[in-house]
Every structure is written in structure tokens, then in C-alpha cells.
């Protein structure tokens, strides 16, 4: 009787599944096929994207290995063109390599350029203004005080990530454009707030020192931050992630 009763169960089992199969089936089916579909999808794009990360990163060496050579001018136009056509990461480090080589041949406003163009292809703040903090330097070695300040308007606010960098860089534009409150207000800022580098916060507290003794005159002579050794460093490549974190503000 208990197997007669069993086998009843399995059969009524069997029906309720084929009525639900039949009812639902199609739906299950698009379900099972899109699950599938998906899956497959994801690990394509995966190799996909694995397949292009590589191709990436033998460009960039075959750049590197040019300048490696002496080929320097070889080297700019394979990380531009690395620059013109890399996904967003590799892209602006490529062109930031290029700004470097080209700053290293005296080619300032061809580094610039390259600057400028880095930071438009990088999508992380940080490396961003990383990128436009180099193009300030190099314009303010030529003198070019007017287009820095323009420039660090963005760079030198609260909680940037070259906040202390890009004031002590602004201090500096505007005494050397001749406008003392300005830069007293951005080297009075970097000695009196917490945070700052110790570094930066001794060059700021020197640099109010010389415009203190020299008060009345036109020229205050702050320390020169272009000869200091606290620029923001190069953003280094990796395979897996090209927009590494660079170095905090020193």
C-alpha cells in the first residue's frame, strides 16, 4: 500500500511539472537562454577587454623601449599616437610621457601641449590635475605669471588633490607679477592651516620672511618653488591598472 501510495505522488508530481512546463516553459526558456546569453556576453567582453589591455601595454612598452634606444622623437609620436587612440588611462599617461620628453628637449610649449592634452584624456581628478599642476611649472619657468594664475584656479581650492602644491605655486606667480597681497594671502594660508607639508609649509613661512623684511618694496622675493624638489612625480604604468595613485603632496 505505502509503495502504491508513493508511486500516486510521483505521478501527480509528473503532472503539476509537465502543466507547469507547458504553461511556462517559453518563459523559462527565454529566461534559461537569456541567463546564458549573458553570461557569455560577460565573459567576452572580459576576454575582449583582457585581449585589448595587452595590446595596450606592448604599445607602450614598444614607446618605451624607442626612448630606451635614443630615439626620443620616435618615442613622442608612438605615445601620441598611443595618446590619440589608448583607452582613457594608458591615453593620458602615454601623453604625459611625451609632455616629459619633450620638457627634457627644451621643447616647453610642446610639453605644455602635451600636458594639457593629458589631462583632458584623463578621467580621475587626481591624475587630472596632476597634469595641468606640470603645465603650470613649466609655464611659470617662462614667465608666463598671468596664464598660472588662470590656470590654478581650479587647483588651488580647498580639498584638491595639489591643494598645498598649486597655492604655494600661486603665491609664488603673483609676487613675481608684482602682486604682493595676493601672494602673501596664499603663503599666510599654507602657514596657518593643518595639513599642510612640511615642506611646503616651511618654503610658504621663509618666503613671508623675505616679504616681511622687504616690505614697501615692489618685488618681494619669495623661495623660488620651481627649483625645489616637491614637484608632483609621473604617474608610473601598470598592466592591470593604468591610472595608479601618484604620490601625496610633500
Known sequence: MVDFINEVEEELRKDDYN??????????????????????????????????????????????????????????????????????????????????????????????????????????PRHKQLAQLKAAYLLADMGAYSDVIGRLATLAVKDAPYEHLSRELLGYAHSEAGDASAAREQFSFLTSVPGVPTTVKQRAEQSMALMNAKTGLSAPEPIDVLQTETQPTDIQPTDATPETDTPDED
Not at 585581449?51 to 630615439?71: E, I, N, R
Open 19 to 124: 502543466r507547469l512546463l507547458k504553461k511556462y516553459g517559453p518563459a523559462i526558456g527565454i529566461v534559461l537562454f537569456l541567463i546564458v546569453a549573458g553570461t557569455g556576453y560577460m565573459e567576452y567582453r572580459k576576454y575582449a577587454n583582457d585581449k585589448k589591455a595587452q595590446v595596450v601595454s606592448a604599445v607602450y612598452t614598444a614607446a618605451d623601449k624607442k626612448l630606451d634606444s635614443g630615439d626620443a622623437d620616435a618615442a613622442v609620436q608612438a605615445f601620441v599616437e598611443l595618446g590619440e587612440t589608448g583607452p582613457d588611462g594608458y591615453a593620458g599617461l602615454s601623453l604625459m610621457r611625451a609632455a616629459a620628453i619633450r620638457q627634457e628637449q627644451g621643447d616647453t610649449m610642446g610639453a605644455v601641449r602635451l600636458f594639457d592634452q593629458a589631462a583632458e584624456r584623463f578621467t580621475m
